[in-house]
């Protein structure tokens, strides 16, 4: 068990670029989660894949932001026509199948991105 | 909306010193409470969690955290801090709708002086 990898750790972009993010998870963990993390604040919820489906969106998930889980292993999170606004942590974890309870999430050490 | 306060954002304490970080949640409903800790240059990680039964629930390194339910509260405590609980706390709810969404507070930043 290797833990929840994330590539890049650190991302410097120009406004008005793409962006795409890569999560692995445990193994065997069938759930995945993408969050947002801000200065100051806890990580806010993106979205959430059971397998390869997607599940659940938050709002905050705008129009320019997609995930995708294609084969329920990894997870990729894209930024499309980044703006000063998305510079954040962007953190992903992952929990094995419920057990009767929500289980605990194991996150990723993040990707840091930062917009210019 | 639902949401998760957290009452203290920096709190630093002496070595031996108790603990005790306040965490309110919003929702009416049946939830699933987590504390979360992160270590400086370390991953989050969980500390605790409560999902039924006995309301003061123990964690890893001392720590313990107690629901009531009427206070829509889950603080967490610790009798003596060391330093090497110099850390971020964050507490975290789960609706128990069935859905997956988990809720995080802003954090506590902990320094334990030595």
């Known amino acids: 068990d290797t833990g929840v990898s994330q590539d890049p750790r650190h991302k410097i972009t120009k406004r008005g670029q793409n962006v795409t993010f890569r999560c692995d998870p445990i193994?065997?963990?069938?759930?995945l989660y993408w969050y947002r993390q801000t200065l100051g604040q806890g990580p806010e919820f993106l979205t959430y894949f059971q397998n390869e489906a997607q599940l659940e969106k938050s709002r905050l998930l705008s129009d320019r932001f997609s995930a995708e889980r294609p084969k329920g292993s990894f997870s990729t999170l894209e930024i499309q026509r980044t703006e000063q606004g998305d510079s954040a942590m962007y953190l992903c974890?992952?929990?094995?199948?419920?057990?009767?309870?929500?289980?605990?999430?194991?996150f990723g050490p993040g990707t840091r991105l930062t917009v210019t | 909306a639902q949401s998760v306060s957290q009452h203290n954002h920096h709190v630093i304490l002496s070595e031996a010193a108790s603990l005790e970080l306040g965490c309110n949640y919003s929702y009416g409903g049946t939830v699933n409470l987590f504390w979360y800790v992160q270590y400086p240059g370390q991953h989050l990680q969980l500390l605790l969690k409560?999902?039924?039964?006995?309301?003061l629930v123990k964690g890893i390194k001392g720590f313990e955290a107690e629901f009531i339910k009427s206070k829509f509260s889950f603080n967490l405590r610790k009798p003596s801090v060391q330093w090497s609980d110099t850390a971020e706390y964050f507490c975290?709810?789960?609706?128990?709708?069935?859905?997956?969404?988990?809720?995080f507070g802003a954090g506590t930043r902990l320094f334990v002086k030595a």
């Open positions: 409560y999902f039924s039964g006995d309301p």
């Open positions: 974890a992952s929990s094995p199948a419920a057990s009767g309870s929500a289980p605990e999430q194991y």
């Open positions: 975290a709810v789960n609706p128990n709708t069935g859905g997956f969404k988990t809720i």
């Open positions: 193994s065997e963990h069938n759930r």
